[in-house]
């Protein structure tokens, strides 16, 4: 509101740091990495958080020592909105519309992330169905591109079942793809923002993990929020060098029918 309000720079970058809920994760990451970038030879430390009502400890999420990040755009839209008890207790209550809402969110998150890790040719695809559709009024389906032309492999925020099943869905994954996400929430349940990271851990302890593969994370929050982070793997990951992996000793066991 601010940047748009003062006309202010496009190419500036905004932070919510507050009620970023599921997402905040990941747009964390790009954070630190900005902070790093402008101050050398010093540390940032990212938590990854977890849903306040659970219980018990959680293993730490992946060893993360063998990629590079390429892009995190972030997405913003209204599903989720706040009200007020009669005792002012502030709740947060979700929309029925939330399945619709975050599909519309991916496919904004989608425009936003397809022309940096696109072939030309499905970025051409997507932008004359965009156009077509946009400017000519079309009746034409909305292009989904192909993204496995790009990435190989993707971490969706483990929220629950409706979720993974939307976005299955406007993506055109497999399930092998959607193995990872699955398989986390049959495990740990959804553990907020930290999700992606084990859904990354699980694709390592698999060894599905190759040089040069990328890696597309996607998390959700409330508001509705949308945050994506691409990475490129420097090298493989062999399972012997995966230390901390919570899959390590489990990994036999997967994947179950969920």
């Not at 720079?9 to 954070?31: F, H, P």
């Amino acid at each position: 509101m601010i940047i748009n309000h003062y006309k202010l720079r496009t190419d500036i970058k905004s932070y919510n740091l507050g009620g970023m809920e599921c997402s905040a994760g990941l747009i964390s990451v790009e954070l630190a990495k900005n902070l790093l970038r402008a101050n050398p030879n010093t540390y940032a430390v990212v938590p990854l958080c977890r849903t306040s009502h659970e219980t018990g400890r959680f293993p730490s999420t992946s060893s993360f020592t063998w990629f590079e990040p390429i892009k995190a755009p972030t997405i913003n839209i209204t599903a989720a909105f706040t009200k007020e008890r009669m005792r002012k207790e502030l709740l947060v209550s979700l929309g029925c519309d939330l399945m619709a809402v975050a599909g519309d969110t991916l496919k904004t998150n989608i425009t936003t992330l397809g022309p940096l890790v696109l072939p030309f040719t499905e970025q051409f695809m997507f932008f004359v169905t965009l156009v077509l559709k946009k400017v000519f009024k079309a009746k034409v389906k909305p292009y989904i591109p192909d993204f496995n032309l790009a990435l190989q492999h993707f971490c969706i925020h483990a929220g629950g079942r409706a979720v993974l099943e939307e976005v299955q869905k406007n993506l055109q994954l497999t399930d092998w793809h959607m193995e990872p996400s699955r398989m986390t929430l049959h495990r740990f349940g959804n553990t907020s923002s930290s999700s992606p990271w084990y859904e990354l851990a699980y694709t390592e302890a698999k060894g599905r993990i190759a040089g040069g593969d990328r890696v597309w994370q996607i998390a959700f929050g409330s508001g509705f929020k949308c945050n994506g982070a691409v990475w490129r793997a420097l090298t493989s990951t062999p399972l012997s060098e995966t230390r901390g992996n919570p899959w390590k000793d489990e990994i036999h066991k997967y994947p179950v029918k969920a």
